[in-house]
C-alpha cells in the first residue's frame, strides 16, 4: 500500500546516509540513491542536502518525512484493523534497539514463537548514559521492548524483565594492549592496570566482583565509571591505555578494542525489559515468550 520510494526516502532520512539506509534495507547504496533521486523527480522537490558525509533533510523533506512518517503510522492502523476484520488480528511490537542494546536474541525467540500474528518493528535509539534512565521509564510509550542487560536496580524500579540468557563480564583493551593478543586471562594477568568499572551501588554483580578483586587483587586499581555506559565509555579506554570491564556481548562495539574472557564466575542477565502495565499487544507477545520458554 506504501510506496517503495517513500519507505528508503525514510529510511535514509533516519539513518543520515544511503550507505546506512541500504544495509538496513539490504540493498545497494546505488539502488536507495535511485529510489530517492526519482522520488524528488516525482514531486519536483529537492528533499536532501547531500554531503561526502551523509545527507541531511531540507525544509521541504522535513515536511515529507513528517507527513510520510504519519502515513506509515496510519497505514499499519488501517491493516491491522483490516485484518481484525478478517479474522486474523496482528500485533504490531515496537522493540529499541541501540549500540549497547542490539536485538541479539530476539529473532530466535521470534523464531520459537512461531506466531505470524506478530510483526516486529525496530526502533532505532542513541545511547547515552545520562538519558538512559529516561528511556527505561518510558517503556510501553515509543516502544515496547528493549533487549540488553538486567543487571541494574535502578532498572528494575522502572520496568520487568524476561530473562532470555547470561552475558559473561569479561574486559576489553585496545588493540596494542599488552594483553591484546591473549584469547583467555586470570583476574593475576589484571595486578598494575587500572580497570575502569561501574561504580559501586547499582549493579549487585559488579559490586560483589569488585569486593572479590579488592579483597584478593589489591594491585589491580579500580577507577569508577557512571553506572551506564555509552559510545564514549569505550573510546576512553582506547585512549587512556585502561582496562575496561565489559560484556561478552558488547565484543563488537569498538572496532579498535579487543574483547577478553576472564577466569571468574561473573555474568549478568540479558533479558526482554517492558512496562509493569505493556500494552495489549506486548502483553500478547510476552505471554507467547513464556510459554516457548517455559517461564512462569
Known amino acids: 500500500m506504501l510506496n517503495r520510494a517513500l519507505l528508503t526516502f525514510l529510511c535514509a532520512a533516519e539513518s543520515g546516509s544511503f550507505t546506512a539506509a541500504s544495509e538496513k534495507l539490504n540493498t545497494t547504496p546505488a539502488s536507495v540513491m535511485h529510489q530517492v533521486n526519482n522520488l524528488e523527480w516525482e514531486l519536483g522537490l529537492t528533499l ?74 525496530i526502533v532505532p535509539f542513541e545511547d547515552d548514559r545520562t538519558t538512559m534512565l529516561s528511556v527505561i521509564s518510558s517503556l510501553g510509550k515509543k516502544f515496547d521492548f528493549l533487549v540488553g542487560p538486567c543487571g541494574s536496580q535502578a532498572y528494575a524500579r522502572r520496568c520487568r524483565f524476561l530473562i532470555l540468557g547470561y552475558d559473561d563480564v569479561c574486559v576489553a583493551v585496545a588493540r596494542s594492549h599488552r594483553l591484546a593478543g591473549a584469547e583467555r586471562i586470570a583476574p593475576e594477568d589484571l595486578n598494575g592496570e587500572a580497570l575502569l568499572m561501574c561504580r559501586r551501588g547499582d549493579a549487585p554483580v559488579l559490586d560483589e566482583l569488585r569486593d572479590f ?81 517455559k517461564t512462569p
Open 48 to 121: 536532501f542536502e547531500r554531503r561526502p558525509s551523509g545527507v541531511s533533510l531540507t525544509s521541504a523533506g522535513r515536511l515529507i518525512y513528517d507527513e510520510g512518517k504519519r502515513l506509515v503510522s496510519e497505514t499499519e492502523a488501517v491493516i491491522s484493523r483490516a485484518k481484525q476484520v478478517d479474522g486474523k488480528r496482528s500485533f504490531i511490537v515496537r522493540v529499541g534497539t541501540s549500540l549497547l542494546n542490539p536485538v541479539q536474541g530476539l529473532t530466535e525467540l521470534r523464531e520459537k514463537i512461531d506466531d505470524e500474528r506478530f510483526q516486529i518493528k
Open 213 to 293: 578483586l579488592r579483597e584478593k587483587y589489591p594491585q589491580i586499581r579500580i577507577v569508577d565509571l557512571p553506572h551506564y555506559y555509552d559510545a564514549e565509555v569505550f573510546n576512553t579506554c582506547e585512549h587512556s591505555g585502561s582496562v575496561l570491564l565489559t560484556l561478552s556481548i558488547w565484543k563488537d562495539v569498538h572496532p579498535a578494542l579487543v574483547t577478553i574472557p576472564v577466569d571468574w564466575e561473573f555474568r549478568i542477565p540479558r533479558g526482554l525489559m517492558h512496562a509493569e502495565h505493556p500494552s495489549e499487544a506486548a502483553a500478547a507477545f510476552l505471554k507467547a515468550a513464556k510459554k516457548v520458554l
